[in-house]
């Protein structure tokens, strides 16, 4: 029989990506003139209209304290698109449309000045989904939502987005999410973890729970341990004031980290709902056993850069890019975290994250146990256990490591190779980054991949017993050189217990 040949071309051709169109919505941008907005929102909201995902008619209005008119806001946002997407990637029918519907309005969250207007030209479209996105510090979340209810924009088709840093500690977190909640209903509130968004990570999803081959596996009877790495190779940048309050574990480990771990490790939720997916990763925030003042010596890393050289080039340390001349605040963190349920009893997660790193790479690695016994020689060549590793970042990606033989005349030989799945060589056309995707989900409603508000009081407490440990034990910031993967405390660490971290994982 003659193979199929609509088959065979299909499964040769590779897959492009769909995009469905969302309701029509008005989406306002609180801090329209900074960074977060300039860098991220907008460019990803012109690459959602660039696919005809965004109706006819949608406007997307910048709020902030800058004396602006629309034409002047318009133009920034043209010189940010340029920017970060680039003149030549820049579509002039798609551009002109897009900055067609911006508008601008002069508000201060603390004062009553131009509330009124923003109110007005909401109104004349009372029956499309309002999203307002909070791109400000958290202390202003409260009021300007109070200052939304004043105005009577907290509608049932109102969604409001929070963006992360939710708080510093527990308590700090549980009162902006209690003046949060006297403007809006929970499932009202989406608090944004771009991390949730990225495609690998909603993969994860599915490689878990679409394919028999893994679920059988994906416990301590088969994993060995489970790696999470979230490395960047920029310092703190112009972000320093913030950082220097907050830190790595606060900054990444509290939100990113955390949710990346809840994914690997939560049970199947009965359906993929929203509150049936977030249960299941609520679950896994309670069972983390509590690292407590007597455990963080021996389970946690705290590291600070000092200069070095990133990629073939000069990086200053952390105290010079902050210009202090002391800092206790840590730029690298390493855990051990345990999971105290059956399915991962015993079963160690390592999570690391940190600045001024040898390179930029996020990566889940899931490390299986080792086969009981080898029926192979010595001459055979070494048994590596199996891998599987998840890049998010730069290169998006699946592998999974297997044993196989080397092809070839001259005995039975082994090499460890990869089945390799790559986002940019199997999707030819490019596919939405984690905001652009996670915007379309506020607009339809879709809260699956936003943090829950016990969800992000579980997690800190989790961490703030690691915080008044370090405080308590005054446990120091390690030096680690620019370029490097930490201090030498993080490979101890894994060490102790004779695992090493995976460095070249893809």
Known sequence: MRPDKDAATTESTPMTAQFIPVDPFDLVVFGGTGDLAMRRLLP???????????????????????????????????????????????????????LGRLDYHRIDATRDEGWRALAEQLAETPERVRVFYLATDPSLFGPICRRLAEMNLNSAATRVVLEKPIGHDLASAEAINDAVGQVFFEDRIYRIDHYLGKETVQNLITLRFANSLFEPLWNSGAVDHVQITVAEDIGVGDRGDYYDKAGALRDMVQNHILQLLCLVAMEPPAFLDADAVRDEKLKVLRALKPITEADVKAATVRGQYQAGAVGGRPAPGYLEELSADASDTETFVALKAEVENWRWAGVPFYLRTGKRMATRASDIIIQFRAVPHSIFGEATGQIVANRLVLRLQPDEGVRLFLMTKDPGPGGLRLRNVPLNLSYAETFTLRYPDAYERLLMDVVRGNATLFMRRDEVAAAWRWIDPILSGWQARQQPVRPYTAGSWGPADAVALIARDERSWFEDAL
Not at 51 to 57: E, K, L
Not at 58 to 80: F, P, S, W
């Open 44 to 98: 990803g909201l012109y690459h959602r209209d660039a696919d005809d995902q965004v109706p006819a008619g949608c406007r997307i209005i910048g709020a902030a304290r800058k004396d602006l008119d629309r034409g002047a806001y318009a133009g920034r946002v043209k010189a940010a698109l340029e920017c970060f997407i680039g003149p030549a990637s820049l579509d002039g029918k798609v551009l002109e449309r897009f």
